[in-house]
């Protein structure tokens, strides 16, 4: 299949134009720097140097056979976007282009502001595309298991049947989200539902959870082709930034109380997931969602965790619960289903100590790279 990926400089934009690649898909990459421009003025920068999409795509050729063609250039610009989809007519379309950090998304108003512009017109920009240059081609979109908040019932697989005044209908499960990056996940899925309405267009999204780790089936350790791997407050996911905490001698920064529950997954399974939304597609006119991860855990857990696994390497950690910058329910219920992409294949990678081992490793040998004015800031959400 003929796969473009929005977004292929990304945190999972770049292992999966690998993992794609290595599956027998024809790929090509889209980025404008945006996620490293964002890091450089926030001065967060990743723990290893990552080198750029062309020399990115260059080291993948040479250890793989695999071409994957690049573009550099803004999916807010129209001009661009046809001259992308002219050149590399897509089957199917994986959509990462997003500023993808709540936290940064709650900095300032000029933040606020680009994350809602950016991720709302590259996603209209996407759409359109589709409808002028291959009506016929799939989006897989990343959502995020945020859409839904954490309401007090059971979060279903993206759809709800409401009976009201002995009548019924299925309507989208309702979103409330708890970041203005999260709801412009929301507002994303109102825009593809509507032209999926409109248009018949095919979308799979898939509402993702934390995602934490950096080894894949194809960077095989190579840090030249590892993903970003932040762990600031703004870019890093909460695991991410505990391993590098344990690592540095930082308290790990629990967030209030710690009861917050999430769905999270390895990179690995993120990367499965995509694959197989493509290569087992939406129908046309379907508006296809999953929710995308693989275990729930709440933040004391993943401390816990992080603690015990830190004991191994001799690491004594300790966990120190801050006040939360977040609005958040620290304490709730979380009881999502997950069953779609089980159904259509994927085969979990858990959370195991030997997982956290390998990481801790990993992030021991880069020591001295970590830079610990970068790990709290205390952005606020009010
Ligand atoms: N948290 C802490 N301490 C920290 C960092 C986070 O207690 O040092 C807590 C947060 O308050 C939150 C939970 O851990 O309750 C998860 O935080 P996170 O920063 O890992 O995740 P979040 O900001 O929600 O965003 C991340 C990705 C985003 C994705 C989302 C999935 O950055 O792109 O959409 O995870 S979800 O969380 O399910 O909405």
Redesign the pocket.
């Known amino acids: 299949m003929r796969i473009l990926i929005l977004g292929g400089d990304g945190y999972l934009g770049w292992p999966t134009a690998m993992n794609l690649t290595a599956n027998g898909h024809e790929v090509a990459v889209v980025d404008n720097y945006l996620r490293r421009q964002l890091c450089r003025e926030e001065n967060v920068e990743a723990l290893f140097d990552v080198p750029n999409l062309h020399k990115r795509a260059e080291l993948w050729e040479a250890v793989s056979g695999y071409k994957i063609p690049v573009f550099i250039g803004d999916l807010n610009q129209w001009d661009f976007v046809e001259e992308v989809f002219k050149k590399f007519v897509p089957e199917g379309i994986v959509h990462y282009a997003e500023q993808?950090?709540?936290?940064y998304s709650m900095l300032d108003r000029r933040a606020a502001m680009l994350t809602v512009q950016n991720n709302l017109s590259v996603t209209a920009n996407l759409i359109f595309a589709v409808r002028q240059f291959c009506r016929n081609a799939q989006i897989v979109k990343i959502g995020?298991?945020?859409?839904y908040g954490t309401p007090n019932i059971d979060i279903e697989e993206g759809w709800i049947d409401i009976e009201h005044k002995g009548k019924k209908h299925k309507f989208l499960y309702p979103r409330q989200a708890?970041?203005l990056?999260?709801t412009t996940?929301v507002m994303d899925t109102d825009l593809l539902w509507f032209y999926v309405r409109m248009w018949g267009i095919r979308v799979t999204d898939l509402m993702?959870?934390?995602?934490y780790g950096l080894i894949t089936d194809e960077n095989k350790e190579n840090e030249q082709l590892f993903p970003f791997f932040n762990y600031d407050?703004l870019?890093?996911?909460?695991?991410n930034?505990?391993v590098v905490q344990a690592v540095a001698g930082y308290p790990?920064?629990?967030?209030?109380k710690?009861g917050?529950t999430?769905?999270y997954l390895n990179i690995k399974d993120t990367l499965n997931c995509v694959r197989l939304s493509l290569e087992k597609p939406a129908k046309p006119g379907e508006l296809r969602i999953f929710n995308q991860?693989v275990e729930t855990f709440s933040?004391n857990e993943l401390a816990e965790r992080v603690q015990r696994a830190g004991k191994q390497f001799g690491l004594s950690v300790e966990i120190k619960p801050i006040e939360?910058p977040?609005k958040?329910a620290e304490e709730h219920y979380y009881n999502p289903v997950h069953t779609g992409l089980l159904e259509l294949g994927l085969k979990p990678h858990y959370l195991t100590d030997d997982v956290l081992a390998k990481m801790l490793e990993i992030v021991i040998r880069h020591k001295e790279r970590i830079n610990k004015d970068a790990i709290?800031r205390g952005v606020k959400w009010d």
Not at 144 to 147: A, D, K, L
Not at 252 to 256: D, F, N, P, R
């Open positions: 993808p950090s709540a936290p995020t298991m945020g859409e708890g970041s990056y999260h996940k993702q959870g934390p995602v407050e870019f890093g996911t909460v695991l930034r505990f790990l920064t629990v967030y209030g710690g917050q999430r769905g991860f933040v939360n977040r958040e709290f």
